[in-house]
């Protein structure tokens, strides 16, 4: 057995680790043999080079099964085969190539912005860092009816195939959760708790249970260390949250605003969010567009519902959902 290997001098020869070959050889790419009683892993000296052939496969980004098929072909010296998948994956690569670039430059621009922290990020940059994160973290905060709120999110999220958890804050946790969430965080907490380990890309603030400078202090605990990514969603029927609202802190990003008074439409109009008269919703920059979405709403809500359902619309208002997923049932 001296030309025999075990799976780990020979993953150390090829220059990959024991769990890869496993996955290789349940995929069939390879075959181990196993000799004596303890049925260990062993690779003859000869199957070193196939295997090399497997990693530069794999190193120039094949797919198992692709490169499946490219060592059969090489094994039939086709080399035909080997050609056509080759110039498919410079296609590809060409292809990323431009995409690559794109991205880096709208990376460059986002970084300057955010290093700045000057200026509310462009449409398009708000949307590239949702695409190149994927993923967004919500805080819905204020008084009452908080829970409506987070669950309405969570099912404009279902209706674009898209699942997201609730979360409930409690004293002195540590939030570890990976995004995207839904953290609801009750104006109580906000007096007792320190929130600069959290820096999430949404705030919905559904409206302050009084007006003192100590309760406006504790909202501004949430934006210690926000940049000009994030957006506020602000109730505009909340006197005390519109005082809030001008405060330099979260003027930093972009605010939009909820309402059921018809009177401020022209306002919301220019600025961005959502206006309801409980038969119809009007959302003004949904994906920072010009465009004005309508939305039915299809039987009579309490008004608690329906200011859940407002603040829920503001809070997605650049998440970069599809308008037909804004389904309201």
């Known amino acids: 057995m001296k030309n ?16 890869a070959i496993r996955l290789y050889e349940k995929m069939g790419l390879i075959q181990s043999h196993a000799r004596g009683e303890n049925h260990y892993r062993y690779f003859e000296l000869n199957q070193i080079g196939k295997a090399k052939r497997l990693k530069e496969f794999k190193d120039l980004g094949f797919t198992l099964a692709e490169i499946k098929s490219l060592l059969q072909a090489d094994q039939e010296l086709d080399s035909s085969k080997i050609v056509k998948a080759m110039k498919s994956r410079l296609g590809l690569i060409k292809n990323q190539v431009g995409q690559l670039s794109e991205q880096r430059k709208q990376i460059e621009k986002i970084v300057t ?4 922290k000057s200026e509310p990020l462009m449409a398009q940059q708000r949307r590239a860092i949702m695409n190149f994160y994927g993923q967004v973290s919500i805080i819905v905060t204020g008084h009452q009816g908080l829970e409506k709120t987070a669950r309405y999110i969570q099912k404009h999220f279902q209706n674009s195939n898209h699942s997201i958890p609730i979360l409930k804050w409690q004293k002195n946790a540590q939030l570890n959760q990976e995004k995207p969430y839904v953290l609801i965080i009750e104006e109580k907490d906000l007096v007792s708790e320190n929130f600069d380990k959290i820096n999430p890309d949404v705030i919905v603030i559904k409206g302050l249970e009084k007006r003192s400078e100590e309760i406006k202090n504790c909202y501004l605990k949430l934006y210690t260390q926000v940049g000009p990514h994030v957006n506020t969603v602000i109730n505009a029927d909340d006197r005390s949250a519109i005082e809030l609202a001008e ?14 008074n018809g009177s401020l439409k022209p306002q919301i109009e220019k600025i961005g969010g959502v206006i309801g008269d409980g038969e119809e919703i009007e959302i003004f920059g949904f994906n920072l567009k010009p465009d004005v979405v309508h939305l039915k709403i299809p ?31």
């Open 4 to 19: 025999w290997l075990t799976i780990g001098q020979f993953s150390k020869k090829i220059g990959v680790s024991n769990k």
């Open 113 to 116: 912005s955010l290093e700045k």
């Open 299 to 329: 039987e009579i809500m309490t008004q608690e519902d329906e200011v859940a359902l407002l603040s829920s619309l503001g809070a997605i208002m650049t998440v970069g959902f599809e308008i037909k997923n804004l389904r309201i049932t």
């Open 247 to 260: 405060q330099s802190l979260l003027k930093k990003g972009r605010i939009f605003y909820f309402t059921k």
